[in-house]
């Protein structure tokens, strides 16, 4: 091989070298050429770890890494290790020596190599070739390779730098990326967890990003969301169920003239077909002032309008309750001043009419005007139930048996052309209920509905016990939490509007003709029903009957009393009393009732009167009858007076209010005997009779 | 490992049927490598894959140009080489460098190989490339990357001497190419591979190359360099239309500081002036334009019988798998059945069998480094440790 070949072979080698800007290829790929030169068939790179470019050569061995290996099993499982070699394989220049010796330390095969050419690389570290025997070639392979070996070194030191560099960059850049992934996570765990939808979408109006929010509410996953034309996907229309075009679309909007919208009562259509109430904002996403895409951000108010809803039949149930206690107490003041003029009437009426003989042509007249006072007196009463002011005298009733008890008479009152049904779902439903005033609801409810079948239809009367909770307080805007009877009284009749279920409950409101109905019928119904802690409502339809629901608080124990016999007529007594009316005329009558049946009264016109009264004949007066509201001094307060000059002394008020409107004032006490307005003379000399015991 | 030859000049299947048959009632986990000439091909390989699927013997094997058999080239017929137990065989695609899993195909036929070792170091890593492959010296710079000593490395490149594409590689079930058939032979001893082509003092640089392509040399058009130095050294004028003829007798040699040279045998030439060679010619390289061994020269079948000597000792009575370079055949015409018959008679063996091949494996050193050469003879016994 002549000058030129070898120049040639080193030329390949250098350019091998200088082609290189790593070190594992640079050492790999000039391994590989060396061995393909030298026909050895194992060789390997060692190197001093970076930094460290001397060995202690008064040291026997040297620690160095190997670097790459090719062609001895055993020493490529050492590429990249740290290995001990003796240092004569270190010191010295470039060598072709045959002996085993040095290499027995080597992690190669072993016994096997003979000859090593060793290779310095500058103070990088050295290149040893390992043969079983020496090669055939003329060339002295230890010169040869001796250029190039110096370009190796500063390669090798230039490939480090580079790659200190380059990790330097990487690490950097590595750095950047944590944070910016962190970053991302950050971001992308807001987006996850924010319960708004968020969606981003592209110029064209294709969606690049849907958070979890966004697909569940939508019914989507978010892999079915992005890429597609979020306007189609969703098919966008106003909340008033005509479609939106693309161009009517405020999200198209956006992305066209990146304005910003804010919808509050937009749909969006879901997976399944079905809306989706939303209210969303549409934000133009810009770059340098371009508009590249928009994001929506929108929410559910399902929920929201639900409860708007709910808000909305709550004010209507307040607005008809404040209404009906506004009536209540309007229609209770007139019916309370009428009392009194009816006690009058019937009083002195009844005085009259005892006075005169059954043949007296006189007679016939003052039963007349005892009737019609009488009638008054029902109307009254009636005012004052729905005003929820009627005395009531509540006990543990079985309200199946308070309807079997009225069933043959309400038969009589809807006809033979009506058809009454009556359906006990559960028996020993207790409620605690005054069982006249529930025979009133019955009766008046049948009335009615006899009136709105007119002939040939059914009246149903069910009784169950149902479950009161929050949905259904949420749904119908009234009742509160626990067990409840239910009565149902439907009828087969012409049914309502929904403007006349609004004022059905209101007193003298009537669809019948003049004359036929009162007016007040259902609305003491309602009355009696709220007195009794209860809740009322109506279902009806033009056409197809009403149903009345009633609900009573259901009595889980308590004991059902038996009808009392009726009280004895009263013989009288000869006892004195103080009565006090400022009313003269109720004053009179009271007095001469109370006369007639043998007691002697000492009349007081107010309070002060009543005082000075009783001071001057205290001795004598066994009990006193006030009249609870009067002028200059109340009934009550003239009785606490009195009281502390004579506390035994007994005291029986008298009220136009009902007793349990007076008692809820705190005006007269539970054990103090009341009696209301208008007053049967009989009646109050009973209950005078059965004080004076 | 006992082995068995035959060789079916025509594909009549009794007579292989029958061999095939007499094999496995012997041998019951046997196999077979068949090497098939490429004028059979189409009737040959069908005909084998149904034999020995039917039978359920299986069946390795690839296509050549010419079979080597009683020391002589036939173009006919198919040569089976049967394995008492068959070895890890397996056959890769998609090895072209142009090949998005080249890279990964490799990697994995080096990690197989690995896999089926059973010990640190034995036995021979026997490979037929297709010829069409152009990176096959790169593929073996990795595979001994990976493998390093643990193996001894032979083979050959199999296909059409045209080096028209064909599906070349085969084995029971399918043939394809572009790829490589790859065998472990656990207890072969390795190949000799020698071809005495000289080099002349003169030098040029591979300055560009592409693969298996001479683009530049000198830093001029490949063609032009070529043609000039062939005139120069040898008196003989090349022009473009009787290239390859003459270009047999003067492939390029790429010089190794050991004085070694690797062949490269120019097979095609470009519009552009560029050079295809059967294997990879490395950028920068070092290359002459050799002199072919002289026609009356024995020289390549001494060589040969020293190394087969010093792996085998006595290759009396042995069968000797011989795979001999088709550019080789060309350049010695007549003579190349000579150095075949002079083979036989210096080595001593029962009968000289094999294929011609377009390219060459082995190395210069055993357990070394391998090469892959052209104009070479590689030579191995088919018959176990000596």
């Known amino acids: 091989m002549n000058r030129e070949q070898i120049l040639a072979i080193l030329y390949e080698m250098a350019i091998v070298i200088g082609g290189e800007t790593s070190l594992q290829p640079l050492v790999a790929k000039t391994l590989q050429r060396l061995l393909f030169h030298t026909s050895f068939p194992c060789g390997m790179v060692l190197l001093f770890p970076e930094g460290v470019q001397h060995h202690d050569h008064r040291c026997e061995y040297a620690d160095i890494r190997m670097e790459a290996s090719i062609g001895d099993y055993e020493l490529s499982l050492c590429n990249g290790s740290p290995i001990r070699i003796p240092t004569t394989l270190l010191q010295g220049e470039a060598e072709l020596t045959e002996s085993a010796e040095p290499l027995n330390m080597l992690p190669c095969r072993k016994d096997y190599y003979r000859v090593f050419l060793k290779l310095p690389i500058g103070d990088c570290g050295v290149i040893l070739l390992l043969s079983p025997h020496l090669p055939t070639g003329s060339l002295p392979l230890a010169r040869i390779f001796q250029p190039v070996l110096g370009n190796f070194a500063k390669a090798i030191l230039l490939c480090r730098s580079n790659e200190a560099y380059t990790q330097g960059i990487i690490k950097d850049r590595q750095t950047a990326e944590t944070a910016f992934q962190d970053l991302n996570y950050r971001n992308s765990l807001i987006l996850d967890s924010v319960g708004e939808g968020i969606c981003g979408l592209d110029r064209d109006g294709n969606a690049t990003f849907v958070n979890p929010a966004a697909a569940k509410m939508l019914g989507f996953t978010p ?356 009565l006090a009316e400022d009313e003269p005329t109720i004053r009179g009558l009271l007095a001469s009732t109370l006369r007639d049946f043998g007691y002697t009264v000492i009349e007081a016109e107010d309070g002060s009167d009543a005082l000075a009264k009783f001071t001057e004949h205290c001795r004598d007066i066994q009990l006193l009858v006030f009249d609870v509201i009067m002028p200059k001094k109340s009934g009550v307060e003239t009785y606490e007076e009195i009281r502390k000059l004579c506390p035994e002394i007994k005291i029986l008020f008298l009220t136009g209010y009902t007793a349990d409107f007076i008692r809820s004032k705190g005006l007269v006490d539970e054990n103090q005997a009341l009696l209301m307005k208008p007053i049967f003379p009989v009646d109050l000399v009973r209950k005078i009779e059965e004080m004076l015991k | 490992m006992t082995t068995g030859v035959g060789y079916f000049e025509n594909n009549a299947p009794d007579g292989i049927t029958a061999v095939l048959g007499e094999w496995r009632n012997q041998h019951p986990d046997m196999g077979v490598l068949a090497l098939v000439a490429e004028q059979d091909r189409e009737n040959m390989v069908p005909l084998l894959q149904n034999l020995c699927r039917g039978m359920g013997i299986p069946l390795c094997g690839a296509v050549f140009p010419a079979l080597v058999a009683d020391a002589r080239f036939n173009t006919n017929g198919c040569l089976l080489l049967r394995f008492d137990v068959m070895p890890y065989t397996a056959i890769y695609d998609s090895l072209a460098p142009s090949h998005p899993m080249s890279r990964h195909t490799i990697q994995r036929m080096a990690d197989d190989v690995a896999e089926h070792l059973d010990r640190p170091r034995g036995g021979t890593l026997f490979m037929i490339f297709d010829s069409m492959v152009a990176n096959i010296a790169t593929i073996l710079d990795e595979m001994y990357v990976k493998l390093a000593d643990r193996v001894r490395y032979m083979g050959a490149n199999a296909g059409s001497e045209t080096f028209q594409p064909m599906p070349c590689l085969f084995d029971n079930d399918r043939q394809t190419q572009n790829g490589a058939l790859v065998m472990l032979l656990p207890d072969n001893p ?129 069968d000797l798998l011989t795979f001999y370079c088709a550019g080789r055949r060309i350049h010695l015409a007549g003579r190349a059945e000579e150095e075949l018959i002079a083979l036989q008679k210096t080595t001593g063996a029962k009968q000289v069998v094999g294929a011609l091949s377009l390219g060459e494996i082995g190395h210069s050193m055993q357990w070394g480094y391998p090469s892959f050469h052209n104009g070479a003879i590689v030579c191995c016994t088919w018959c176990g440790t000596p």
């Open chain 1, 223 to 578: 892999e079915e969301l992005k890429g597609s034309p979020l306007h189609n996907m969703l098919h966008h229309r106003s909340s008033d169920g005509c479609g939106l075009l693309p161009e009517q679309c405020p999200i198209t909007l956006t992305l066209r003239e990146g304005s910003y919208h804010n919808i509050a009562d937009g749909i969006f259509r879901k997976k399944d077909g079905s809306d989706l109430p939303v209210e969303y904002v549409s934000t133009p996403l810009r770059e340098n002032d371009a508009i590249v895409g928009a994001v929506i951000v929108f929410q559910d108010i399902t929920e929201r309008r639900q409860l708007e809803k709910e808000k909305e039949a709550l004010q209507a149930q307040l607005v008809q309750s404040q209404k009906m206690e506004a009536i209540g107490q309007l229609a209770g003041g007139v019916a309370h001043d009428f009392n009194n003029i009816l006690t009058v009437i019937m009083g002195f009426g009844d005085i009259l009419k005892m006075k005169l003989k059954s043949d007296d042509p006189l007679h016939a007249n003052v039963v007349h005007i005892l009737e019609a006072a009488n009638r008054a007196a029902h109307l009254t009463r009636s005012l004052l139930a729905f005003s929820r002011k009627q005395a009531m005298n509540p006990k543990p009733e079985n309200l199946n048996e308070i309807v079997r008890g009225v069933e043959k008479f309400l038969r009589r009152v809807i006809g033979e052309d009506i058809q009454l049904e009556t359906n006990f779902k559960e028996e020993g439903l207790l409620i605690h209920a005054d069982r006249g005033q529930m025979e009133q609801v019955l009766m008046n409810l049948a009335t009615n509905a006899r009136d709105a079948i007119g002939s040939g239809g059914r009246l149903i009367i069910q009784t169950e016990s149902v479950e009161l909770d929050s949905h259904f307080i949420k749904s119908h805007g009234y009742g509160r939490i626990g067990t409840f009877v239910l009565i149902s009284v439907t009828d087969t009749g012409a049914g309502m509007d929904k403007e006349t279920c609004t004022k059905i409950f209101e007193p003298f409101f009537t669809t019948k003709e003049t004359g036929r109905g009162t007016g007040l019928g259902l609305a003491i119904v309602y009355g009696i029903v709220k007195q009794h802690n209860g809740y009322i409502n109506v279902y009806s339809e033009p056409g197809h009957g009403t149903t009345f629901r009633i609900f009573l608080p259901l009595l889980t124990s308590g004991e059902v009393a038996e009808p009392k016999a009726p009280p004895p007529y009263p013989e009288g007594g000869t006892e004195t009393i103080l």
């Open chain 2, 190 to 318: 390795g190949a000799v591979t020698e071809h005495c082509y000289r080099a002349p003092e003169r030098m040029i640089s591979a300055t560009s190359t592409d693969g298996n392509r001479i683009i530049s040399i000198d830093w001029r058009p490949a063609f032009d360099v070529y043609r000039e130095v062939v005139e120069a050294e040898y008196n003989v004028k090349i022009d473009r239309d009787n290239f390859y003829q003459p270009a047999v007798h003067f492939p390029f040699g790429i010089m190794r500081a050991n004085d070694e040279i690797i062949v490269r045998m120019p097979v095609a030439l470009e519009e552009d002036g560029s050079v295809f060679c059967v294997g990879e010619v490395p950028a920068n390289a070092v290359l002459t334009l050799l002199r072919a061994p002289e026609l009356d020269s024995l020289q390549t079948v001494d060589k040969l019988f020293q190394g087969l000597h010093e792996l085998y000792g006595t290759l009396a009575g042995k």
